[in-house]
């Protein structure tokens, strides 16, 4: 049987975890086919994914940043240096040569998958 029948995601998506694992608010770190991904939650029905590697630091950290928005941007600020990240494209608002990949998220049946690209 393929995924389509099932009703299952394609294999290009990867389950992260249940909705419930992920507060209001607040991001998660999962590690993607060896990338580091932060997937955040906005509200209680708003998931964003970004690359989780802070460009400034290179550490593993924006998951554990603030959510917020600027204007009527979502973002996350990065708990090192403060750069603020769109969560919808990974763009960096202080300086864009330091920008994130962002990436695809979806939930279905209470589990959040993301596809990286």
Known sequence: MNAAVLNLPS????????VADILPDTGVCA????RHVAVFRVGEDQFFA???????????VLSRGLVGNLGDQLVVASPLYKNHFD???GECLEDPTLSVQAH???VDENRVWVAVT
């Not at 590690?31 to 060896?34: A, F, K, S, T």
């Not at 970004?50 to 593993?60: E, G, L, M």
């Open 104 to 106: 695809s998220v979806m």
């Open 11 to 18: 294999p290009a998506w990867h389950e992260v975890c249940r």
């Open 50 to 60: 970004i690359d989780n590697v802070d460009p400034k630091s290179q550490a593993s």
């Open 31 to 34: 590690l993607i086919e060896g």
């Open 87 to 89: 969560l919808r494209t």
